[in-house]
T-cell receptor, first 109, second 113 residues
Framework: KNEVEQSPQNLTAQEGEFITINCSYS?????LHWLQQHPGGGIVSLFM?????KKHGRLIATINIQEKHSSLHITASHPRDSAVYIC???????????WGAGTKLIIKP | KAGVTQTPRYLIKTRGQQVTLSCSPI?????VSWYQQTPGQGLQFLFE???????NKGNFPGRFSGRQFSNSRSEMNVSTLELGDSALYLC????????????FGPGTRLTVL
């Protein structure tokens, strides 16, 4: 079992829908990262959070430390949100991030 | 500020050759991490450099090596290339070591024939 699990692996939705991507982890962490990777490879860091909730534009990230679970939400989704969304856990005991496999999101117009 | 740059963007090599990839971090960033991404595998950590010192190394064979210069630019080298080394190689820079917020470069796509 991977230490960081994302679900779903693939998600296709219509423009305007509310999107939720989930990330569960099994290790103690100091932070959880959400990143976005567009076709062609470029990766952008979206959030780094260790508690509660962060919001940036239409993106919201939440984390529940007790349940070892984080979610990334996209409100009013748009085709330009189509990308792979990756979560990565930063363990307490180690600098190295543990990467989820990614969720491929497609938003249809 | 200019972002993280990687050169070259695309590279085609044959088995047995060696390759050197370059990464220039954001100005002022002193930490550079390297990752390999293959289809279906996600990102695999290669190594992290800070102040010209390798701080961490992932589980890759000795054919994979790297270094960092005094201006924080980093290079990674892969010797005796194998078909399985075909991947997107990404570098990420951050202000300090220890996985503060990382800023990724566009990657170098290496194809080994």
């Amino acid at each position: 079992k991977n230490e960081v699990e994302q679900s779903p692996q693939n998600l296709t939705a219509q423009e305007g829908e509310f999107i939720t991507i989930n990330c569960s982890y099994s290790v103690g962490i100091s932070a959880l990262h959400w990143l976005q990777q567009h076709p062609g490879g470029g990766i952008v860091s979206l959030f780094m959070l260790s508690s509660g909730k962060k919001k940036h534009g239409r993106l919201i990230a939440t984390i529940n430390i007790q349940e070892k679970h984080s979610s990334l939400h996209i409100t009013a989704s748009h085709p330009r949100d189509s990308a792979v969304y990756i979560c990565a856990a930063q363990p307490n005991s180690n600098y190295q991030l543990i990467w989820g496999a990614g969720t491929k999101l497609i938003i249809k117009p | 500020k200019a972002g993280v740059t990687q050169t070259p963007r695309y590279l085609i090599k044959t088995r047995g050759q060696q390759v050197t990839l370059s990464c220039s971090p954001i100005s002022g960033h002193r930490s550079v991490s390297w990752y390999q991404q293959t289809p279906g595998q996600g990102l695999q950590f290669l190594f992290e450099y800070f102040s010209e010192t390798q701080r961490n190394k992932g589980n890759f064979p000795g054919r994979f090596s790297g270094r960092q210069f005094s201006n924080s630019r980093s290079e990674m080298n892969v010797s005796t290339l194998e078909l399985g080394d075909s991947a997107l190689y990404l570098c990420a820079s951050s202000l300090q070591a220890g996985n503060n917020e990382q800023f990724f470069g566009p990657g170098t796509r290496l194809t080994v024939l």
